[in-house]
């Protein structure tokens, strides 16, 4: 994963901006960056990141395979290395930035026979063109730690996916405390050099009155992904700002 994310981070180092956000500073990637890195990477992404994301992976699609609702977004979907796991009354559509990645994954729908799967799109998670309440279920994995905006992603999840429906993110995040966290945190002068942030905390994404009600599972065997899941309850903003569409 971090070879991965380190060219992607590579590609990104023209015009790349540290930006001090609420949690600390991140690195903006650039979109036509994380294609091209993704283009030299997607005949081996499986073999590389496969394994290593083997457990979050399945568990995060179980997660959803329990949940009601059949319309489930996956975001990030690269390879499709998850699409085999959805039972058949999901209805899946994948987005992803890289075109070499998403042809990669329709070829797995088709050798699979993943009857399924109703689109595989090119799109920039933080700014879809799906309507809103598209989804009953959305689904990102291993991306709210490289997205240049967290809270922006999480934002247009929120949108797309319909009130009383569900926002599972499956990350590697901080460890808050003990000798991990430390460990993490004297990590973060090299994030550029490992191409991932190991001192990414949940706060990045999730605001305090979202933080206190997702339910939050480490996935084994040794924890080093969590799966967090979110009810997607709309605030009185919310339906403010959906009133005023209606009424407009």
């Given amino acids: 994963m971090s070879e991965v994310l380190q060219d992607v981070r590579s590609e990104a180092a023209e015009g790349v901006s540290h930006k001090e956000e609420n949690h600390g500073p991140r690195v903006a990637l650039d979109a036509d960056a994380v294609r091209a890195a993704y283009r030299r990477w997607a005949g081996v992404y499986d073999t590389v990141f496969g394994g290593i994301s083997a457990f979050g992976r399945k568990r995060a699609v179980a997660a959803v395979n329990r949940l009601p609702g059949s319309r489930v977004l996956e975001v990030g979907v690269g390879t499709g290395l998850a699409l085999p796991h959805y039972t058949a009354s999901k209805r899946i559509t994948g987005i992803d930035l890289s075109s070499d990645m998403l042809a990669r994954a329709r070829e797995r729908v088709r050798r699979d026979h993943l009857s399924n799967v109703d689109a595989l799109l090119e799109m920039d998670a ?11 279920i959305a689904v990102a994995m291993f991306v709210a730690s ?7 992603l999480l934002a247009e999840l929120k949108r797309v996916v319909r009130p009383g429906g ?12 003990g000798v991990r966290g430390v460990i993490e945190r004297g990590m973060a002068r090299a994030s550029h050099s490992l ?4 001192d990414f905390a949940m706060e990045a994404l999730l605001p305090p009155e979202d933080l206190a009600r997702a339910r939050i599972e480490p996935v084994p065997p040794a924890g080093l992904f969590t799966l967090v899941t979110l009810e997607h309850e709309v ?4 339906a403010s700002k959906t009133q005023e569409k209606v009424v407009a």
């Fill in 195 to 198: 191409g991932w942030h190991p």
């Fill in 126 to 136: 933080e700014d879809t063109r799906f309507a809103d309440d598209s989804f009953d």
């Fill in 146 to 152: 490289v997205v240049p905006h967290p809270r922006k």
């Fill in 166 to 177: 569900y926002i599972l993110f499956v990350n590697h995040f901080l460890a808050p405390t």
């Fill in 235 to 238: 605030t009185a903003a919310e």
